[in-house]
């Protein structure tokens, strides 16, 4: 038995794409209660980014992994940043103010545990599905 059609995963990772971009787009713009702009343009441009390779999966466009190789490198650079931040904060938190803020990094754990899938997780996967760069 074979595995998946190439067909298949494209369009997978498409529509993965998509619930990505769409969930960092609200994310940022919605769900943040004040505007940074080192979030807003990052935010902004990473759901822009994955948005626009989706389409590129979705579509069957020749550029199409290439698209998505790019777009994986830029939301793994991007989510481990992200990761290292809220880790650092969270640590800070739990040292500075012992229990009282425990809670603090209790949430920012939880969020640690929401951004995982979606910034390190699949754009793994991307990258192990699109392979190794041609040298041609």
């Known amino acids: 038995m074979s595995g998946p059609s190439e067909t298949a995963v494209r369009r ?3 529509a993965l794409f998509l619930l990505t971009a ?25 759901g822009g980014l ?25 939301t793994l650079v991007l989510g481990t940043i992200v990761i290292v931040l809220l880790s650092s904060s969270a640590g800070y938190l739990r040292g500075a103010y012992g229990p009282v803020g425990q809670g603090g990094a209790l949430i920012f754990v939880f969020v640690i545990a929401l951004v995982f899938p979606y910034t390190i997780a699949l754009p793994a996967a991307c990258l192990v599905w699109v392979g190794p760069r041609s040298r041609a």
């Open 12 to 14: 997978t990772f498409g």
């Open 22 to 46: 769409t969930l960092i787009l609200c994310g940022v713009f919605m769900g943040l209660p004040t505007r940074y702009a080192v979030v807003d343009v990052s935010g902004g441009v990473l």
């Open 50 to 74: 994955l948005a626009l390779t989706s389409v590129a999966l979705l579509a069957g466009h020749a550029r199409g992994k290439s698209l998505a190789r790019v777009a994986s490198y830029v």
